[in-house]
């Protein structure tokens, strides 16, 4: 390797350490830029930003082979320390997550009961409408499944009293 690549790359190297801070759990954490998701975002030199974890294992270890993932074995997201990540596929990941109860099999992910969603969907239950089995139903004007017209109707007729209600009452 030429002198001034390897230069370079030491220098990628020491830049990427600077945003990892050992953690008690035996970590490095990532302290730079996060994504909402908990992933650190971290730049693999000019003009190539990625997940924090895969410049890591493309700094630490090598390419990364196209289709496969960069995976925790900690499960801390934001963590970038070589040997706390492996490589694998899709399936590995979804397999690790389920054996480690990240992930729930064959449910659906469970929403705060206060949601506006979840009082959507005990409402239209409780008018005996269909939420789940593939009906398009809408919640609005404009709806027109001749199976629930009756039901959708006597919905619509019951929230246009409660805001009627509120509407006097304030």
């Given at each position: ?9 030491m220098g990628q190297v020491i830049r990427f350490l600077r ?12 302290t730079g830029c996060r994504l909402p998701d908990g992933y ?86 409780r008018y005996g409408l269909c939420a789940y089995e593939g ?36």
């Amino acid at each position: 390797m030429h002198e001034t690549q390897q230069s370079e790359d030491m220098g990628q190297v020491i830049r990427f350490l600077r945003r990892a801070r050992p953690a008690q759990s035996g970590c490095w954490e990532w302290t730079g830029c996060r994504l909402p998701d908990g992933y650190g975002r971290a730049s693999a030199g000019y003009k190539q930003t990625g997940l924090a974890h895969r410049v890591a294992w493309t700094l630490f270890v090598g390419p990364i082979p196209e289709g496969m993932y960069v995976c925790h074995k900690c499960d801390n997201r934001s963590c970038v320390k070589p040997s706390h990540l492996f490589l694998g596929t899709q399936l590995d990941n979804m397999r690790d997550a389920v054996a480690k109860g990240r992930m729930a099999r064959n449910k659906q992910p469970q929403r705060p009961a206060n949601s506006k969603q979840a009082r959507h969907r005990q409402e239209r239950r409780r008018y005996g409408l269909c939420a789940y089995e593939g009906c398009e139903v809408v919640t609005g004007e404009n709806y027109r499944c001749e199976k629930h017209a009756a039901a959708f109707a006597e919905y619509n007729r019951r929230a246009r009293q409660k805001r009627k209600l509120s509407r006097e009452r304030s």
